[in-house]
T-cell receptor, first 115, second 114 residues
Framework: DTGVSQDPRHKITKRGQNVTFRCDPISEHNRLYWYRQTLGQGPEFLTYFQNEAQLEKSRLLSDRFSAERPKGSFSTLEIQRTEQGDSAMYLC?????????????FGPGTRLTVL | AQSVTQPDIHITVSEGASLELRCNYSYGATPYLFWYVQSPGQGLQLLLKYFSGDTLVQGIKGFEAEFKRSQSSFNLRKPSVHWSDAAEYFCAVGGTGTASKLTFGTGTRLQVTL
């Protein structure tokens, strides 16, 4: 049983650089979510895809953030011109399309450190 | 707007003792409720969920939770804690609308003493 995978697990970058994270959902899961978790906090919703369509974005997702899911399978989250405040754990989750709120299964996360 | 409150930031229990982690939610309709556990540096693992039906739900690792609509609560319990249960526990609420995002509480860190 393959779960949600994320790559890389850790990323250290300098302020101003661009970074890209990848998420591979559980096979045949139509929905894919991105969350951000800062130290001492619970995950906060960033954006969500139904297949390849990005259907909802949080106001937390500034113009420097962009997410794609081009073929309805894996997804990428790019942060341009990183800032120290972007340092966080970025979590990806997927769920089957069974209507309403599904159970979301999370990946191990990508920890971003911006120096 | 939906919200979750976990009033206890940090709890310490002895191994073998019982455990109850509190969760209060705010949601305008019937909520979908979840408990997740997170070990240091790891992602979230689902412990249990409540969608409808029996208000006492059983989960993995011997955990259970009870949905109490009148108190807007969904407390997590375990009769006998093991040292391996030490982790961060998150309660989350999702709506009954289409493809609802989850709103998480700030978490409760559980420490288990031997």
């Amino acid at each position: 049983d393959t779960g949600v995978s994320q790559d890389p697990r850790h990323k250290i970058t300098k302020r101003g650089q661009n970074v890209t994270f990848r998420c591979d959902p559980i096979s045949e899961h139509n929905r894919l979510y991105w969350y951000r978790q800062t130290l001492g906090q619970g995950p906060e919703f960033l954006t969500y895809f139904q297949n390849e369509a990005q259907l909802e974005k949080s106001r937390l997702l500034s113009d420097r953030f962009s997410a794609e899911r081009p073929k309805g399978s894996f997804s990428t989250l790019e942060i341009q011109r990183t800032e120290q405040g972007d340092s966080a754990m970025y979590l990806c989750a997927s769920s089957p399309n069974s209507g309403g709120t599904d159970t979301q299964y999370f990946g191990p996360g990508t920890r971003l450190t911006v120096l | 707007a939906q919200s979750v409150t976990q009033p206890d930031i940090h709890i310490t229990v002895s191994e073998g003792a019982s455990l109850e982690l509190r969760c209060n939610y705010s949601y305008g309709a019937t909520p979908y409720l979840f408990w997740y556990v997170q070990s240091p540096g790891q992602g979230l693992q689902l412990l249990l969920k409540y969608f409808s039906g029996d208000t006492l739900v059983q989960g993995i690792k011997g955990f259970e939770a009870e949905f109490k609509r009148s108190q807007s609560s969904f407390n997590l319990r375990k009769p006998s804690v093991h040292w391996s249960d030490a982790a961060e526990y998150f309660c989350a609420v999702g709506g009954t609308g289409t493809a609802s995002k989850l709103t998480f509480g700030t978490g409760t860190r559980l420490q288990v003493t031997l």
